[in-house]
């Protein structure tokens, strides 16, 4: 796909000569006459270069440069014919990819084009893979899903959020009902496969505000700002419920299901990240203990149970979560 170029010059023999050699290289090129037609093209044509002038009637090329690139993610290339005016330095500052002086050949220029549109893809390809190095860091590749490095630094966050605006936070932290067992009957590549859909269905059960984590080997734990205790219930017994409905096939003429269970508490005002993980913990491993495929929650501490507002009596998935 050609490059386009933006050519703005108020020396009409200047900006029609550089158009017409630029268009003989197979360069898609626009040319303005002024600061003001520049900005009005940028706003529909997608120039990968904009070729200016320094001294223009209005608004000159140093200041179109500045302006250009507050509002646009374009190279700026500046052409000058007043060497003793102008500086590489004040064009660089001000935003400038190049600075050439004039008069100059066009081969040079073309040259000079070319390193920029090099540079700046050089630039966006490492920009790039630095992003996915970051995503890898942050995302466990086997569910896709955040990974446990990735939940402390959120949570920590989140309750920094709690702290300022008051907002609700709850916590979700989910176990595979005897996953040990699956895996020593079926081979890890089969606990792998459940650990794999089950971070799919995770996902599809979540809202836009919510993030999901695997938390540790078949744990899992989701974030959910802006949400109290009770709604927190709600994703939590729908994400159970649908795991619980979910069909494996580990060897040929074998159905199994797994089910999960799952401890739910709400942030309360004082509680700092390693409470608030323990209250979720421990109503996780009482949902384990009273026969599993459970929901648990935590209720706040600071008031009884059936005087708590957020106490979650009136579930309406129609699962009655038991409390700790």
């Known amino acids: 796909m050609a490059h386009a170029i933006l050519i703005v010059d108020d020396d009409l023999a200047i900006k029609e000569s550089v158009e017409e050699y630029l268009r003989l290289l197979s360069y898609e090129v626009k040319s303005a006459r002024n600061a003001d037609e ?11 270069v904009v070729l200016t002038d320094i001294m223009m009637q209005g608004m000159d090329g140093l200041e179109l440069t500045r302006l250009i690139k507050e509002k646009h993610e374009v190279d700026v290339m500046v052409m000058t014919g007043y060497s003793a005016d102008y500086s590489y330095e ?21 040259l000079r084009i070319k390193r920029v549109l090099r540079e700046t893809a050089f630039k966006k390809e490492r920009a790039k893979l630095l992003a996915e190095m970051e995503q890898l860091a942050i995302t466990d590749a086997l569910t896709g899903l955040y990974n446990s490095r990735q939940f402390f630094r959120q949570i920590k966050q989140e309750i920094s959020r709690y702290q300022r605006y008051g907002r609700p936070l709850s916590l979700l932290i989910l176990d595979i009902d005897f996953f040990k067992r699956y895996n020593d009957t079926y081979g890890h590549l089969e606990g792998d496969e459940v650990l794999q859909r089950i971070g799919r269905i995770i996902s599809s059960c979540m809202r836009t505000m919510d993030t999901a984590y695997r938390y540790g080997g ?6 959910l700002p802006e949400t109290a205790l009770k709604k927190a219930c709600v994703v939590g017994a729908r994400i159970k419920d649908n795991i619980s409905n979910e069909t494996f096939t580990p060897a040929e003429g074998i159905t199994e299901s797994v089910t999960i269970s799952i401890g739910a508490s709400e942030l309360e005002k004082g509680e700092d990240v390693t409470a608030f993980i323990k209250r979720t913990d421990k109503a996780l491993y009482k949902s384990k203990e009273t026969g599993r495929n459970k929901l648990t929650y935590s209720p706040c501490t600071a008031c009884p149970e059936e005087s708590c507002p957020n106490t979650p009596k009136d579930n309406n998935d129609g699962d009655q979560p038991d409390n700790t």
């Open 218 to 223: 078949e744990e899992f734990a989701i974030l």
């Open 38 to 48: 520049a900005i009005e093209l940028l706003e529909d044509f997608q120039a990968d």
């Open 90 to 110: 004040e064009a660089i500052k001000a935003g400038a990819s190049d600075f050439i002086f004039k008069p100059f050949r066009f081969e040079e220029l073309d």
